[in-house]
């Protein structure tokens, strides 16, 4: 299985640029998550999906917009990118029962630098 | 609010020395505690996890006890190996989000 796949690994965006980071995972998780990383102040939710169709907002949605239309892909857009947006982003997905999230997985991240 | 303290890196340990990496937590309600580790260039893999009081979480050697009397949740091991630099996260999961640490960078030298 590839588990969570995050396209692309690297990139480097002009203030002003849009982009989509890519999420996809087959493990058929309802949950799906994107996370920022800045140094020093670990993982930051940006925006969260229970399922197909629905997503809410996390900690730090400011800037960024997703849409779930598949159980499997979760894009998140950037439309006008600013250098407070320089993170690695990691993408993740769950399982969840009636006792919360599990199986939480990771894809290996996309490092985005804004100049 | 729901947050997580970790002890700040980053830590340098010889080959077979004695690991701890401080973790205390804030929660409402009663919350599910994880470590993660992050190897260089790669994504969060899951450690341990315990997911009530006295409960202790253990793999690869690592252990990790939930103590709900010191909202504390201290990663252990008793003999790290070079294979262990990674970084280190602790995190708390209420509901259905999870709040992460800062991360703690550890270095085994041989």
């Known amino acids: 299985n590839a588990g969570v796949t995050q396209t692309p690994k690297f990139r480097i965006l002009k203030i002003g640029q849009s982009m989509t980071l890519q999420c996809t995972q087959d493990?058929?998780?309802?949950?799906m998550y994107w996370y920022r990383q800045d140094p020093g102040m670990g993982l930051k939710l940006i925006y969260y999906?229970?399922?197909?169709?629905?997503?809410d907002k996390g900690e730090v949605p400011n800037g960024y917009n997703v849409s779930r239309s598949t159980t499997e892909d979760f894009p998140l857009r950037l439309e006008l990118a600013a250098p407070s947006q320089t993170s690695v982003y990691f993408c993740?997905?769950?399982?969840?029962?009636?006792?919360?999230?599990?199986?939480?997985?990771f894809g290996s991240g996309t490092r985005l630098t804004v100049v | 609010g729901n947050s997580v303290t970790q002890m700040e890196g980053p830590v340098t340990l010889s080959e077979e020395a004695f690991l701890t990496i401080n973790c205390t937590y804030t929660?409402?309600?009663?919350?599910?505690l994880f470590w993660y580790v992050q190897y260089p260039g790669e994504g969060l893999q899951l450690l341990l996890k315990?997911?009530?009081?006295?409960d202790k979480g253990s793999n690869k050697g690592f252990e990790a006890t939930y103590r709900k009397e010191t909202t504390s949740f201290h990663l252990e091991k008793g003999s790290v190996q070079v294979s262990d630099s990674a970084v280190y996260f602790c995190?708390?999961?209420?509901?259905?989000?999870?709040?992460f640490g800062t991360g703690t960078s550890l270095t085994v030298i041989p």
């Open positions: 493990m058929n998780h309802n949950y």
């Open positions: 999906s229970v399922g197909a169709g629905i997503t």
């Open positions: 929660a409402t309600g009663y919350p599910s």
């Open positions: 995190a708390l999961r209420t509901g259905n989000q999870f709040y």
């Open positions: 315990a997911t009530k009081a006295d």
């Open positions: 993740a997905s769950s399982f969840t029962d009636v006792t919360g999230p599990y199986g939480y997985t």
